[in-house]
């Protein structure tokens, strides 16, 4: 009908919009008979309604997609799970529809009090979801080991009245169990796929997690307690001349220990957390007249720790140079508020932050290797 409008038009000046077409006046015998013939030459459909057929089409195809979508779902997702699956669970499934698949990944999700398979949109949604899925379901699998630990925890109190501000007992109780959990059977190793590899695994590391609870406990009680002082310190400091140090300083604590804050401290850095939150408690007690030298210093690092919070949101950035990245900003921070302490040896680390030699020109060398990386510079 277009193209005959636009014929009419060029030969006679005659312009003639689709509205103009009666099609309701046209003999059916006078409409095209269109079939659609399959892949096999066989009909799938005929008839002279052409956009009636399209539709007919697209609506059979849609649920057929759907089928298939629905298939690997009823595959992959599964609630109250109490093991892995016996198959192996692929890196990744294709899901969506023919006309638009979409690649997905399987992974473990914590709900709290249960565990669900599930399906993500990308390979870091999934990870972050298996860091505490996993953590969950070997928890579940624990028995008498597992309640022995949260008995263990209950006699915390000091730790308890630490963490008080950042959350509840249930919560902290929480952390601890499922990132000791994670420590033990699963940091720096490849995770299990199916049921049997996830059984080898909680034979074969169950001898370490006494020793990884015991450790981490200590380190997170320490931390916590400085913390503890760095706020009671804070609150002496009325003056609005303290106030962008103040700050600064919430700012940098909310950043190192969090509530959440062995979520995102692999174990083998976590001996240096007491070592940077002591540096935060040393910079408060120096404040007291010399308030216009911290707040000149912190404007210096300030940059820094911006390009650093950009860093951390990629997801293209490798998760080990970024805790590298992390601990050498905190180095840096600690040479510039508190050059003492870093001279001090840091008991159980493997790490000796004493060797950095860190400097704000060797920290932009640093971050700007990483950004090139990921695309940022």
Known sequence: MAVL???LEDLYRLRVDASDWD??????HLCFFCRIIGAEGETIASGRDFAGLQQSLRARQSAQSQTAGDAVSEAFVQHQIVALPDEEMPEQVVAGTRQAPVIVY???F?????VDLQLFASPAQRDRANRLGYARLMLQNLGKAGSYFRRELTKEKELGLYFSALGSAQELSDQLMLNVIWYCYFEGRELPRNADQFAERAHSRRGDLADIFTATVDLV??????RFQVMTQLDGLSSSAYAPSKQDIMAHLQRLIPSNVLEQTPFVWLPLLPRYVGGIVGRVQNLVGHVPRDVGSLEQLRP???????LQLSELVDAQALQEVRFLLEELRLKTFNEAL???RVEGAKADPRQWKVSIKRMHERLLSEERSVGLA
């Open 304 to 310: 820094l720790q911006a390009r650093f919070d950009a």
């Open 23 to 28: 099609r309701q006046r046209l003999s059916e």
């Open 221 to 226: 009680r320490c931390s916590y307690k400085l």
């Open 5 to 7: 409008a636009g014929l």
């Open 342 to 344: 870093t001279r001090q």
């Open 110 to 114: 914590d709900a709290g009090t249960h």
């Open 106 to 108: 399987p992974g473990v």
